[in-house]
């Protein structure tokens, strides 16, 4: 099953310093050798960000983030793994190698 | 029919855990195991009476249960046209060789008392799934609307689900945090039940204590290893135990020292002490709910207010603040510093925990008592004034306002 895990940032264009981006390595290296790994990046600010809405008769974009909050998805992994117990403590040593909160969320489940 | 209808009661309490626990393991889905668990108890109460009590009640539940369940899976997959039952008969394998006990009920009330639930989520199921009370009692319980009680029951388990918390025991090296987890929403049951009882909110509320007792009594039985585990049984045998003796005749909250020892349930106080002394015969460390016990332990054994071993209440909390640097372990240490050093000194710690408890009402009613101990009437005076204010529980007011007026003026 695979799970989103969100970076929670409440400064735009924060983005980790070396050590915490070196932590990060660590981190990934770790998912890549443990089979949890399928991808992962960081986000540039809310503020480059585009809406799109095409539900219509034409695409219209709006400039901005669809949320405006003082928390902000700073990046995210993709994770693979069996069940949220095995989820939730890779996800607390994501949010140790960010030095960030983070969220954990299921991807709805392909077999079901 | 008396003795028919005493065996299904009997049966609940002693086997719906254990049904809805095998066939959570089974199907892997709480809602299943709960509705096929609520279905052989209902088909046990149309069929005892006339077929007689089966020699193994549990048993012949869950394998009435598991029927159930099999019915439910094969209507909903015609429905959906899915086929899953390829997926039952051979889906419930990998789980059961997993985890450090081997024991379903332990791994329904790990799943309920799971972590990435909110706490009042985890009460709930826990109550509902283990404890086996219908939502409605859950609901009359906690004051709150069925349906209310019933969609926070709804949520977590669709929770359960769609994230997939496992119906596992935790790893060894996750127990100890996870044992505590499952003590804290047992702990809160208690409490629940214990700080609002006699408070003219009815029976159901002080059944909650009972069954917060029977859970605790449940986890030791599973975990009869666990230090932490015979601790909160103790800490709840004996402040349970003090029960009678705590709402006085004219319905206000009568403190330890106040209370009739007398009205005590004494085989409550003995199987306390009983499980206070086997931890300390182990010469293990004790965890935070050990030494509450202890410290209960020592206050029952005193016949007499006058005849408590103060000096060792006070190096049990020593010990608890070496563990929990929390104010109010803090405060409840002051206050038993007052008895074995005198008011001054106690008022002198309490004092230094202003700025962490000036919202606490226990905080400024424990300076009222000291201040009116010290002959400082106006001051105390005004501390009961705010322990009024900051209180939220009817006895404990009336507690309160009582004393503030026997002020000498």
Known sequence: MQYLISVIDVQPGSPGNPTEMAAIDVFNERLRAEGHWVFANGLASPSAATVIDNRGAEAVFTDGPFLESKEYVAGFWIIEAPDLDVALKLAAEGSKSCNRKVEVRPCLDQEA | MRDVSEAISQAHREEWATVVAVLSSRFGDLDVAEE?????????????????????????????????????????????????????????????????????????????????????????????????????????????????????????????????????????????????????????????????????????????????????????????????????????????????????????????????????????????????????????????????????????????????????????YDQLVRLDASPIIALNRAIAVAELDGPEVSLAAVDGLADALAGYHAYHATRAHLLRRLGRSQESYAAYDKAIDLSSNAAESASLTRRRDQLPS
């Not at chain 2, 009983?274 to 015969?281: C, D, Q, S, T």
């Open chain 2, 36 to 316: 096929a668990a609520s279905e052989a108890f209902a088909t046990a109460v149309e069929r005892w009476p006339a077929d007689g009590v089966p020699p193994k009640p549990g048993a012949w539940l869950t394998t009435t249960a598991h029927r159930k369940a099999i019915d439910r899976i094969r209507r909903e997959s015609k429905r959906d046209g899915k086929h899953k039952e390829a997926q039952l008969a051979s889906g419930d394998d990998s789980s059961e060789s997993l985890g450090a006990i081997d024991d379903e009920r332990l791994r329904l009330i790990f799943t309920c008392c799971h972590p990435a639930l909110a706490m009042d989520a985890r009460v709930s199921l826990t109550l509902r799934m283990v404890g086996g009370l219908t939502v409605a009692e859950i609901a009359r319980a906690f004051l709150v609307q069925e349906t209310t009680m019933g969609r926070r029951i709804t949520r977590a388990k669709a929770k359960i689900k769609a994230a997939r918390i496992p119906f596992r025991v935790p790893a060894a090296e996750d127990l100890p945090a996870r044992v505590s987890g499952v003590l804290a929403v047992l702990f809160l049951i208690f409490n629940e039940g214990y700080l609002t009882s006699g408070l003219g909110t009815g029976p159901v509320r002080d059944d909650l204590t009972a069954e917060a007792i029977r859970l605790t009594r449940l986890v030791r039985v599973l975990m009869p290893q666990d230090g932490e585990v015979a601790g909160l049984l103790a800490l709840m045998l004996l402040t349970e135990a003090r029960r009678p003796a705590r709402i006085s005749a004219s319905g206000d909250l009568a403190t330890i020292d106040e209370q009739d020892r007398q009205a005590w349930d004494s085989a409550l106080v003995a199987e306390g002490h009983r499980l206070v002394r086997e931890r300390l015969a182990t010469g293990v460390a004790p965890g935070r709910y050990q030494i509450l016990a202890a410290i209960n332990a020592v206050h029952t054994s005193a016949h007499d207010v006058r005849d408590t071993d103060w000096s060792q209440v006070v190096a049990l």
